[in-house]
């Protein structure tokens, strides 16, 4: 079972002069479930190399107990440190691909052509495609084989624009999740802000915020396994 996990490379936050990039729980809840369940995991980046982390995801107050396994965990670590370039991924070595959130991706993973490329092709094929919180980004011009948009008529979920209003930053980013997904014609649904909610429709799996991670990845682990997971 060999599953690829891809993450932003964009750390600017919009014109605030903060910076961003993947919020450190969606990458390390869906890591260990992962791992834990024996998969093989591929990271990757439009850039390669190490991704950055959002700064507000490794305080204190937002640690969990993964995220707390992964600071303890070296290989881990070091294997975050050199993701593969995403041009040089091809979909075909993979069972699954799954995408973190954090604010990153609404710069760089939404536009990415070969991030477009790859989800296409592990949807189109019936594999399963998860992605969590402001990851559901990705499919803002992901299209199916009759060239509709790829969540048409799909249940779909992700950062709410209530949560973002909550975040301070719905005059910051260059969307919001929630609206780009209805206006790509997905059914879009919610859970209570900042409580894990998670949809699944055929092989496509989208959890609503950080605290949804790792049900998303139990999600696509039970697509993959559905005996055991």
């Known amino acids: 079972m060999k599953i690829l996990m891809v993450l932003t490379s964009h750390d600017t936050l919009g014109d605030t ?58 290989t881990a670590q070091q294997h975050l440190a050199s993701t593969e370039k995403l041009s040089s991924i091809d979909a075909k070595d993979y069972d699954a691909i799954f995408y973190p959130g954090g604010h990153g991706p609404l710069w760089d993973l939404a536009e990415d052509a070969d991030s477009k490329q790859l989800i296409e092709s592990f949807y189109t094929s019936g594999r399963p495609v998860g992605a969590v919180c402001h990851a559901p980004a990705v499919f803002r011009h992901t299209l199916r084989t009759d060239g509709k948009p790829l969540v048409t008529g ?57 605290a949804s991670s790792a049900e998303a990845a139990r999600a696509v682990l039970a697509i993959l396994q559905p005996a055991t997971a």
């Not at 093989?40 to 937002?62: C, W």
């Not at 975040?167 to 209570?192: I, Q």
């Open 154 to 210: 799909l249940k779909v979920t992700g950062f709410a624009n209530t949560e973002e209003q909550a975040a301070g930053l719905t005059e910051v980013v260059p969307f919001l999740v929630e609206d780009m997904l209805k206006s790509n014609d997905g059914h879009y649904d919610k859970g209570p802000d900042w409580e894990s909610f998670v949809l699944q429709d055929g092989n496509l799996v989208t959890g609503q915020n950080p």
């Open 17 to 74: 002069g903060k910076k961003t990039g993947f919020w450190l729980e969606e990458f390390a809840a869906p890591y260990y479930a992962f791992k834990d369940a024996g998969a093989q995991i591929t990271l990757a980046s439009p850039k390669g190399g190490r991704p950055p982390i959002d700064p507000s995801s490794d305080n204190e107050d937002s640690q969990t107990d993964d995220t707390r396994r992964f600071k303890a965990d070296e």
